[in-house]
Structures are given as structure tokens and as C-alpha cells.
């Protein structure tokens, strides 16, 4: 008695059905992406430098005290850099040994 096996049929995915279908969604998204870059660095940076050159025209220029500011300046580092704190002679608010000299509230007595 001879056993029949049946033959399977399988279809295969890479057929050029499937090869022309994925070309063409990649075909899309590279042109969508394309589409992403130029819009965002040429087209965005271009739109952006035209719209600088027409503000700049609109802004009153003022002139400024270059000493006035050198001035501010030079004081703004010196009070950074400078370090007006004598530390030894600061008290420690939270020792033991720290001694109020300020008079003790008087409470009232209850009648």
C-alpha cells in the first residue's frame, strides 16, 4: 500500500507583486521626507532671513553709551568677584554656644 503524501503549495512572498508594491511606499516615503527637509532648512531659513530684513527696517536705532555701560558692566564683576563677608566674625545661629543679647519677651501674668 503505497502512503499518498499531499503536496503543499506554498506561494512565494517574494514575487514581484510584493517587490513593486514595497518600491513604491518606499518610492512615498522618500519623497515625504524629502518634502520634511526642504521645508524645514531651505524653504523655513530663507522665509525667516526675509522676515529679518523687513523687521530691521521697522526697529529705531538708538545709539548707546558704550561708557555708561562698560560702567555697569565693571560693577556688576566687581560685586560678583567681591566677597564683603568676614566669616569669622558671623555667629553660628544653631551652636550651643550662641548667645542671644537681645532682652527676653516679658509675658504677661494670667488673672
Partial sequence: MA?????????NPFS???FYLLTVFLVIGALIAL???LYQ????TVAQSKEIVLLRSQVAP???NLDEVKKVL????????????DWQKV???????????AP??????AQ
Avoid: H, M, R
Avoid at 104 to 109: D, K
Fill in 3 to 11: 502512503l499518498k503524501i499531499p503536496k503543499l503549495k506554498f506561494k
Fill in 41 to 44: 532648512y531651505p524653504y523655513q
Fill in 16 to 18: 514581484l507583486k510584493y
Fill in 91 to 101: 555667629k553660628n545661629l544653631f551652636s550651643s554656644s550662641a548667645t542671644s543679647s
Fill in 104 to 109: 527676653a519677651p516679658s509675658v504677661p501674668a
Fill in 35 to 37: 518634502g520634511i527637509f
Fill in 74 to 85: 565693571e560693577f556688576l564683576d566687581k560685586k560678583i568677584a567681591s566677597d564683603g563677608i
Fill in 62 to 64: 538708538e545709539a548707546i
